[in-house]
């Protein structure tokens, strides 16, 4: 593991500057013709430091096909302050680098997109900030961006599973107007979202105390959660959501928008299945070139190189990676197309270092704060003439380097920084972060990326990719039991808590002049199923009855907020309960449960009908007698009133005779007008 790294000293100078003390070390030019790079890193970015650092040892050792060897200046700043920044800017470009590469925080990134693009220095970086300004002459933009953009990725990923509305979580200005540009993604005429809520957080207590607020607001609502923050803050976020009793799991969902999955996660949150998890990965661990680079990657020293030692690498470090070879290649293409195109300047470059370090040796101080370059024997001061020994006429020319503080009114641009940058835009290689190519605007263009999930009782998987071209397609995804991350300890007793049920757990009665003691005192449908578990697994335990003899309910009384089994289950007094507990959301907020042993439902039993042969009366079946009986005496009734009426009516005499009829008669009765 450390000759690995020695022999990265042996061929590869890399400085690191803190911002204070100078250090000279004289050396001889070598023959070995060698690209100058400067390096800026923001502190906290070890890892990608680390895959920088990897990826130089690479190419270097790979004697047999590289031209040329890389020679970088690292510099590690820890302040945003324009002033110092511009300062170890300008001592970089002092050096002679060919071109820039770094990892800086947004508010440093706009000071170095500036003097890249003054100077036309080309400028290679893993991620670019949200919002990057093009440059005010119209002309191209010497930065280049290996992280893709996939806000549209986000976008079909919401579509896909069908959110209406989603609640925005984020912790920096980046991640507002990342937001911005998914609202600006969005095509008009498609089944659109609705972003309900939008809070920005500092840090992981203030979550948790937002997703109460959420809790208190619905509890039982869908709440689906883009959650923009970087991966440990967001593992932090999810491993307290789990922990904390008072918030509920199974309505949850993340949606993880950065590139934060390419990290390892099983070993922190293989216990939370209770939550889904959605996110996106760069990295495809099934390509033969990232298995080859995991099995380098994982046998380094992780104290020597943090982050290494382990297989897996995130995507910011995955990036970084890249950039170093997609440089290589340019400057591949360029030097395959013209072999000389740098002589002159490595030649020059060799004469300046050659003078600094016979200044140095008198005695004399450098003006910058930074430490100066320094060589071990191997790597040399730079590169030494190549060919004819470097032509006597060149050595005369005066050094020409990059000038910040020159007083003339305009400055002098890098050279060859225009060609450069626009070979690296016609760069396509295969890296670990897939296929890299660019378009004419130096964004990346035909990249992948892939969808994946981390469920219940499944490890993280592929449900499906996206592509930029071909938009999101999903897969069959297949879940993979995982395994338990620890082992069950043999040497205690685990205590079960129950509940008398018949005939799931019932009090024994023991034979005459018998003392039943411990487990034997009960039997039941849940009393064997505990002795088969104990079996299997080879474990003791301890069958307890529940102290108040309930199930479980909320109860604030309580300490837990639970009574019952749920509440020793809380409170942590019994490790298991086996009993016929009904699944509840309520119950499913604060433990966990197994698959059911016996599922019910609401039945309604009648009773089957007997079929008979039908007779005369059948027709009187769907009418009880009462019934019929009364609706006879009603229709009697019915049909006797008009005869009653008859009887009743008053006699008239006819003058024509003697018979006499009975007719119901109706007078009209005229009244008169009286006039007063």
């Not at 030649?347 to 100066?372: F, I, P």
């Not at 003392?515 to 064997?528: A, I, P, V, W």
């Given at each position: ?485 620890v082992e069950f300890e043999k040497n205690r007793t685990y205590i079960v808590t129950t509940v008398l049920e018949e005939p799931y757990i019932m ?161 009209p009765v005229a009244k008169k007008a009286t006039l007063t």
């Open positions: 593991m450390d000759l690995g790294w020695k022999l990265s000293c042996l061929v590869l100078w890399l400085t690191c500057s803190s911002g204070s003390g100078n250090t000279r070390v004289s050396a001889q030019p070598s023959l070995t013709e060698k690209i100058p790079l400067g390096a800026i890193f923001e502190q906290g970015t070890d890892e990608v430091q680390s895959a920088f650092k990897y990826a130089m040892l690479n190419h270097n050792l790979n004697v047999s096909s590289r031209r040329f060897e890389l020679q970088a200046y690292v510099d590690v700043i820890n302040t945003a302050d324009a002033f110092k920044l511009s300062r170890l800017i300008c001592n970089q470009f002092s050096r002679g680098v060919y071109s820039m590469l770094g990892a800086v925080s947004p508010d440093s990134f706009d000071t170095l997109h500036s003097y890249s693009n003054t100077f036309q220095m080309p400028f290679v970086t893993p991620w670019f900030p949200e919002k990057v300004l093009t440059p005010s002459s119209g002309f191209l933009d010497f930065a280049l961006s290996m992280r893709p953009d996939y806000h549209q990725a986000i976008i079909d990923t919401i579509q896909f599973y069908g959110w209406r509305k989603i609640i925005y979580l984020y912790d920096s200005h980046d991640g507002l107007l990342r937001l911005q540009q998914i609202y600006q993604g969005l095509k008009p005429g498609n089944e659109a979202f609705q972003v309900e809520l939008v809070k920005r957080i500092s840090n992981v207590s203030m979550a948790i105390e937002f997703l109460h607020t959420l809790e208190q607001i619905g509890r039982f609502t869908k709440k689906h959660i883009v959650l923009d923050c970087p991966t440990e803050m967001a593992k932090q976020i999810l491993i307290q959501h789990v922990r904390d009793l008072r918030l509920g799991r199974r309505t949850y969902h993340y949606l993880l928008s950065g590139l934060v999955m390419d990290d390892r996660w099983e070993s922190e949150i293989i216990e939370f299945g209770a939550i889904n998890i959605t996110g996106f990965r760069i990295v495809d661990t099934n390509r033969r070139l990232v298995r080859e680079f995991y099995d380098s990657w994982k046998r380094l020293d992780p104290q020597m190189s943090v982050g290494a030692g382990r297989e897996s690498i995130s995507a910011q470090a995955a990036l970084m990676y890249d950039a170093v070879f997609v440089l290589v290649e340019a400057f591949n293409k360029i030097l395959r197309k013209k072999p000389d195109q740098f002589r002159n300047n490595v030649q020059r470059r060799s004469q300046t270092l050659m003078a600094a370090a016979s200044t140095a040796g008198d005695g004399s101080n450098s003006s910058s704060n930074n430490n100066d370059a320094g060589f071990n024997s191997n790597s040399g001061s730079g590169s030494g003439s190549s060919g004819n020994g470097g032509g006597s006429g060149n050595f005369n020319i005066a050094p020409r380097a990059l000038d910040c503080n020159t007083a003339k009114g305009w400055v002098n641009a890098w050279e060859h920084g225009d060609k450069i940058s626009r070979y690296l835009r016609k760069v396509e290689i295969e890296g670990l972060t897939g296929d890299i190519k660019f378009n004419d605007d130096g964004r990346r263009v035909n990249y992948t990326l892939h969808v994946v999930e981390m469920t219940v009782n499944s490890a993280m998987v592929k449900v499906a990719e996206w592509n930029d071209v071909t938009g999101l397609q999903p897969l069959n995804a297949k879940f993979v039991r995982l395994r338990p991350h009090i024994k009665q023991p034979a005459f002049g018998e003392q039943l003691h411990g487990n034997d005192r009960f039997e039941g449908y849940c009393k064997d199923l505990a002795d088969l578990l104990s079996k299997r697994l080879g474990l003791d335990y301890e069958l307890r009855l529940v102290k108040d003899g309930n199930y479980g309910s909320e109860n604030p009384a309580v300490q837990g907020g639970w009574d019952g089994m749920v509440g020793e289950l809380v409170r942590k007094e019994a490790d298991i309960a086996i009993a016929p507990m009904t699944i509840t959301a309520e119950r499913e907020r604060v433990i966990d449960f197994s698959k059911p042993f016996m599922s019910l439902g609401i039945s309604i039993m009648i009773k089957k009908p007997v079929k008979q042969t039908p007779g005369v009366f059948s027709f009187m079946n769907p009418l009880s007698q009462e019934i019929w009986v009364r609706m006879c005496v009603t229709v009697a009734a019915i049909c006797a009133l008009p005869f009653g009426s008859l009887l009743n009516a008053p006699t008239i005499a006819c003058s024509g005779g003697t018979k006499s009829r009975n007719f119901a008669t109706f007078q």
